[in-house]
């Protein structure tokens, strides 16, 4: 996620909470009939979903945990929504917006859509709303390209000057040079589009008591440490939901959450791949456990100052036995990378090999280096990420064949917080998935202006050249080599970070929930799901 959160809230705050998409199995689970038709013999059709408690408002610009959007992205809504295959559609928008000949300025026409309050969503919401992920810190990078960014980022202005309402459902956005993901920047959850009198009279309840959007259902009432309520919006713009209610359940621990599934008191849980070998091989249980990989995975972040050359990054790549992490810690749930850049994106390398395990060759390249009797390497995890400890620890042992001696160094969040701004990691066990379907937010976190934010401190000029070319032209052919170079010179060229593992993500939904749907960016949608 482009907030930089990393092992931190992609890993640990929202343990369980990454899942897949799939349709309904066929097979109920022994105990879950009686749950299911307990909500139907009441007269109104509810989903049940465990969820660990987010614990701060549900506001996606104010707070950026997945966690978070699983509950909001049935409320509230972006311009433009992400298809399952990636692909753009338009949402509030009539039809996708029109550029201009100057690669400038896009042309947006709004359709007809009540907010839950019963107003109508104009023109000046829209500008309300991505001026207020401004102002809110948090994901502004998202609007940098949008012309008066600077000026409103750094206090100088109020409002971002590349916004003009021409009326309530006419707008035009120009930026200040071409970005050919920005369409993409606009669907997602951080984009979302917010009623101006609304929030603003909201104050600090919004997201807490109050929280308004145009999506299929509306927020009926949200309590720390109980759950969270939803009810159906009948004037919806897409067509009134079929379902009556979504009720979340907050469950801190994974093993509790699939008791519940099974007691039939929940309908949708998340599925933690330590749980996966478990309940694969239940008979009542396996056919509704439903899977995908999101567009993501886990990394070594190198310091490059503390670890200058880039033999000795190499090596430490090559003692990294990616198969092994894959079958042992991950259960064979997770997949050897060949690339930075998932399949699913531009930019990946199809013809690429799978980074290898060669402790012979890494040695050797040590000794080359000048550590011919062996290398001492610490590796930092999180201890909110039980998956980022698990690999080092695998790590750690691997690597002996290789002549590294491996020191795991567990920290809390705000240490890890601090040595990540302030330079103090040599190796950390890190993680990232795309906030929109572009190899831009995949190259995020590595990116010439987060490098010395991360520990990083990794600048090479002509990779930001290739970051720069590849947002100022939409040619996919193009852009597919460019990104293809990108990335090369990222793992196999300076290896400035090493790819770990392609984690699958689970989750056991009730056989009689039909017409729901996860898409790739892991953002639940139940405007077409029913319950029988």
């Known amino acids: 996620m482009k907030k930089g959160l990393q092992v931190l809230l992609s890993a640990s705050l929202i343990i369980g909470l990454l899942a897949g998409c799939g349709s309904g199995a066929q097979t109920a689970p022994a105990s879950s009939s009686a749950g299911g038709s307990s909500t139907a013999s009441a007269g109104t059709k509810t989903i049940r979903i465990a969820a660990v408690d987010p614990q701060v408002p549900l506001d996606m610009q104010q707070n950026t945990y997945s966690i978070i959007m699983r509950l909001t992205d049935n409320v509230a809504e972006s311009l433009i929504s992400s298809q399952k295959d990636g692909s753009l559609a338009p949402l509030l928008l009539d039809q996708m917006p029109t550029l201009f000949e100057d690669k400038l300025t896009y042309s947006f026409t709004l359709k007809s859509v009540k907010f839950h309050d019963g107003t109508t969503l104009a023109s000046s919401d829209v500008k309300y709303s991505l001026e207020r992920l401004v102002k809110e810190e948090k994901m502004a990078s998202l609007m940098a390209y949008v012309a008066g960014y600077d000026a409103m980022e750094s206090g100088k202005a109020t409002e971002l000057s590349g916004i003009k309402v021409?009326?309530?459902?006419?707008?035009?956005?120009?930026?200040?040079?071409?970005?050919?993901?920005?369409?993409?920047?606009?669907?997602?959850?951080?984009?979302?589009?917010?009623?101006?009198?609304?929030?603003?009279a909201a104050g600090d309840t919004w997201g807490l008591k109050t929280l308004i959007g145009t999506g299929p259902f509306k927020l009926d009432s949200y309590t720390a440490g109980s759950g969270a309520e939803f009810s159906k919006f009948s004037d919806y713009h897409g067509g009134a939901p079929k379902i009556d209610k979504i009720s979340y359940k907050f469950i801190e621990d994974p093993n509790t959450q699939v008791l519940e599934y099974q007691k039939g008191n929940v309908d949708f849980v998340d599925l933690d791949n330590s749980l996966y070998p478990v309940y694969s091989s239940n008979a009542a249980l396996k056919d509704q456990i439903h899977s995908f990989q999101q567009a993501g995975g886990y990394y070594f972040n190198f310091n490059v100052k503390t670890i200058k050359d880039p033999k000795v990054r190499e090596a430490i790549s090559l003692a990294i036995d990616r198969k092994s992490i894959c079958d042992s810690v991950l259960h064979g749930t997770a997949s050897v990378p060949t690339s930075f850049i998932p399949a699913s994106l531009t930019g990946h390398d199809s013809s690429a090999q799978a980074f290898a395990y060669d402790p012979a060759k890494a040695k050797s390249l040590l000794a080359s280096a000048g550590y011919a009797s062996g290398y001492n390497l610490r590796v930092t995890v999180n201890t909110k990420s039980n998956l980022g400890k698990s690999i080092a620890t695998a790590f750690q042992q691997e690597a002996k064949a290789a002549g590294i001696n491996v020191t795991v160094e567990p920290v809390d969040s705000a240490a890890w917080s601090d040595m990540k701004k302030n330079g103090g990691m040599d190796c950390s066990v890190s993680n990232w998935y795309v906030d929109y379907n572009d190899p831009d937010s995949m190259l995020y976190p590595v990116s010439d202006n987060r490098a010395d934010l991360v520990s990083s401190f990794w600048h090479n000029a002509q990779f930001k050249q290739l970051m720069e070319d590849g947002v100022k032209t939409d040619d996919s052919a193009a852009r597919q080599k460019i990104y293809v170079q990108a990335e090369n010179i990222l793992t196999r060229q300076d290896f400035a970070i090493a790819p770990l593992i392609n984690e699958t993500k689970f989750y056991l939904l009730n056989p009689k929930v039909t017409g729901f749907e996860i898409n790739s960016d892991n953002r639940m949608d139940f405007s077409k799901a029913d319950i029988g």
């Not at 459902?169 to 959850?189: D, E, G």
Request: aromatic share 14%; hydrophobic share 35%; net charge negative.
């Open 166 to 200: 021409v009326d309530d459902t006419h707008f035009t956005i120009t930026l200040s040079k071409p970005y050919s993901p920005f369409l993409s920047v606009l669907s997602t959850p951080y984009a979302a589009i917010y009623p101006k009198a609304a929030c603003e």
